[in-house]
């Protein structure tokens, strides 16, 4: 390990970071990426345990104020309905994520254009799509080709099976003539490239343990670092450092794992710690120059914070609906209400996704929800017994509308354990997605109803999921015009020329799918221009 | 914190977590404290931060209440002691379903999900098809941002 300066250096190895690396390995350019956690091998996966549920409430909780690792930050979440949840290693919240797969669709690049809403962003669907298709193709993505509710592309594997309780939702959907689709997923259906189809686990937040799922710890990691990448890891970013003469990035502070702060030179930085982490280790980059934060000069930094609101209804049955078997969160995915459609009484729209059942630990502390236990005495012996089997669930997933209140923001007293300034994040919901949401409960229970549902329940009120801010975006957004975006349209920052930003933050709207296929084709497509304008790279 | 589980009168807690899991025996399913539960709790007291605290203050009041330990007396400290009521069910919750025996009672297997995981059949194409014809009679749903319109084949 040297400290010389450096080609590229990449903050965070988690989706967005491992494969911008890997767009930049033709460029010869040296590449260090720092990484604020350890290599998590599968091996430590607690799939593997007897008693592998109880780590979703320790050191494998997707909430970091959970599980209080040394690689965490805590994050002050008083004033949010939302949590923001991550994972902190090589594979970043890919090693927990949930492995969905949708694609954003093309009117989700023209919110303002088509709804009057938000604003469109500088770049649209069709040139992202060759980054989706080549993102696919690194990661190992299952699917059925032909959704009518996309332009054509077709996954390279088959789709994973849907189980038995995909196929009843899906004679429900076809009976109310709604629209569903076997969910795109970054799960294998069978063995390819050297790794393991899906054994139908269930676990896949707990880490892919038999390797089908497409964390980055998987994909691209084995390549980069085979190919020459330098990975350090337990190495927190603390400030981006500028020079205030020539106005642009001349490397980063970092604290390495012997706890000592650490100065590394290089030519160009990437962030690419999410929509929570890059606003944060911006603001904390505050200088003469930038005195408001790096890259601030709009303001725009931590603003219009985006997640995906949801909430869920389940269905009882009359029969085991074997949900525990498959992917968690992956079986079929309806966009029937995707699509705006101002006689619904709220602009933009929403997805309706079948995820399967939980282990029965996780339902007995989550309940209907995912946040309330269920009751206990006779009701809890009569709920897991009859009711817990039986289910099938839908989860509206809302798209969030930016707005600027929503914001990241220095805490003025949390620091993580390096004492550095923790995030605080300030979220409402808006009156829109509440509409959205209350419209997706009462669709989701028509269609559990039409499915042959005996029973529905739900969380009630107008509560969404609280430990549920997986999607973070929209804190740096894209654009065209300085005094309202953070970067470019390719992801370079307007204040600083060699200054890149590839994660979710860069988001100028957030869909209402999963967004690391997005954030990946993103930062593919960054890699790109980076290396078409490789000779005026500053300019 | 406590340092010894002597401390803690663990027949009455395993009396209290049989009424907060009780048995099926229809079935033959244990309760929480039938299975030692107790155990699990006591150890999750000794390392969670407030755990003895929640613990001892709970069976604390359980003890001096002036009316038999049955159900509707847990529904009213349930209310007037809710911190400590709520840790000592998410440990109960906890302790129960972390064992194999209980997981498998509920329909989930018992061994740990890697590496064997379940057998689920990939349907037939043909059952594919079948399932999203309807779906793809529609033709294309999306919008077309060019002109906002939906497209159409």
Redesign the interface.
């Known amino acids: 390990m040297t400290h010389d300066t450096v080609d590229v250096l990449i903050v965070g190895a988690g989706a967005s970071g491992a494969a911008i690396a890997w767009s930049l390995l033709d460029t010869r350019m040296r590449i260090l990426c720092l990484e604020q956690g350890p290599h998590v091998p599968d091996s430590q ?1 607690p ?8 780590a979703r ?1 320790g050191a494998f909780s997707a909430d970091p104020n959970v599980r209080k690792l040394r690689q965490d930050y805590p994050i002050n979440v008083d004033e949010t309905c939302i949590t923001p949840v991550n994972f902190n290693g090589v594979g970043g919240s890919t090693i927990n994520f949930l492995g969905h797969w949708p694609r954003m ?3 989700d ?2 919110a303002r ?2 709804d009057g809403v938000a604003q469109d962003w500088p770049i ?2 069709d040139i992202l799509a060759p980054f989706y298709d080549q993102n696919d193709r690194n990661t190992g993505v299952s699917g ?1 080709g ?1 959704n ?4 054509v592309y077709t996954p390279e594997l ?6 038995k309780l995909g ?1 009843k939702l ?2 429900g ?2 009976a109310l ?1 709604w ?4 969910s795109d997923v970054a799960i294998l ?1 069978r063995d390819h490239d050297g790794r393991s189809k ?6 896949c937040d707990l880490g892919c ?2 390797g089908a799922k497409g964390g980055t710890n998987f994909t691209y990691w084995p390549i980069l670092e085979n190919a020459g990448v330098e990975l350090r890891t337990q190495c927190r970013v603390r400030e981006v450092l500028t020079d205030d003469t020539t106005g642009l990035a001349t490397g980063v502070l970092y604290y390495g794992p012997d706890g000592h702060l650490h100065s590394q030179k290089a030519e160009m930085v990437v962030l690419a710690c999410n929509g929570i982490g890059t606003p944060r280790l911006l603001l904390n980059s505050a200088s003469k120059s930038f005195p408001e934060g790096l890259c601030n000069r709009s303001d725009q930094v931590g603003r219009n914070l985006m997640f995906h609101p949801l909430t869920g209804v389940s269905g009882v049955f009359d029969e ?1 609906m ?1 949900g ?3 992917p968690m969160a992956c079986a079929i995915l309806s ?2 209400f995707y ?2 459609d101002p006689a619904r009484g709220f602009s933009r729209g929403y997805g309706l996704h079948s995820g399967r059942s939980t ?3 996780t339902y ?2 989550g309940g209907y929800g995912i946040d309330s ?1 269920i009751p ?3 009701a ?2 009569h709920i ?2 009859n009711v ?2 039986n289910l099938a669930s839908l989860t509206v997933v809302a798209e969030d509308l930016p707005e600027p209140h929503n914001r990241v923001t220095l805490d003025p007293s949390l620091t993580d354990s390096d004492d550095v300034p923790a995030p605080k994040v300030s979220y409402t919901l808006g009156d829109n997605t509440r509409a959205m949401l209350a419209h997706g409960t009462a669709r989701a229970t028509e269609l559990l109803l039409a499915a042959g549902a005996r029973t529905i329940l739900n969380k009630g009120g107008p509560e969404v999921w609280r430990r549920a801010g997986w999607h973070q975006m929209g804190t740096c957004r894209m654009g065209e015009n300085p005094d309202t975006s953070v970067v470019n349209e390719w992801g370079r920052c307007h204040d600083v020329k060699n200054l890149f930003i590839v994660d979710g933050s860069i988001f100028v709207t957030a869909g209402a799918v999963n967004p690391t296929s997005t954030i990946q084709a993103l930062a593919l497509y960054i890699g790109d221009r980076i290396k078409a304008n490789i000779a005026t790279l500053f300019d | 914190m406590i340092k010894h589980s002597d401390n803690i009168d663990r027949d009455l807690l395993s009396q209290i977590l049989d009424l907060l899991i009780p048995a099926g025996p229809a079935r033959g399913i244990p309760g929480a404290g039938a299975i030692g539960v107790a155990d699990f709790v006591i150890k999750a007291a000794a390392f969670c931060p407030d755990g003895s605290a929640h613990l001892v203050a709970f069976l604390h009041s359980v003890k001096a209440a002036p009316r038999p330990l049955e159900e509707s007396l847990l529904r009213s400290l349930e209310q007037a002691q809710a911190a400590d009521f709520q840790w000592l069910l998410r440990q109960t919750y906890m302790g129960y379903y972390s064992r194999p025996d209980m997981r498998a009672s509920v329909g989930v297997a018992p061994w740990p999900v890697h590496p064997k995981g379940y057998d689920v059949a990939a349907e037939p194409q043909e059952t594919l098809d079948a399932l999203t014809a309807p779906v793809r009679a529609r033709g294309p749903i999306y919008r077309n941002p060019v002109c906002g319109t939906k497209v159409t084949t």
């Open positions: 996966f799939s593997r345990d007897d008693d592998y549920e109880l409430y669709k093309p009117s690049f023209r254009s088509l649209d669907y059925l032909g009518p509710a996309y332009p088959p789709p994973i099976p849907i189980g196929q899906a004679m959907f076809n003539g629209h569903w689709w076997p259906s899906c054994v139908n686990a269930g676990t343990a038999a085991p074997e525990h078997k498959g966009q029937e699509e705006g282990t029965p630990m007995a502390l236990p206990w005495g006779a809890h012996r897991m017994d817990y089997p």
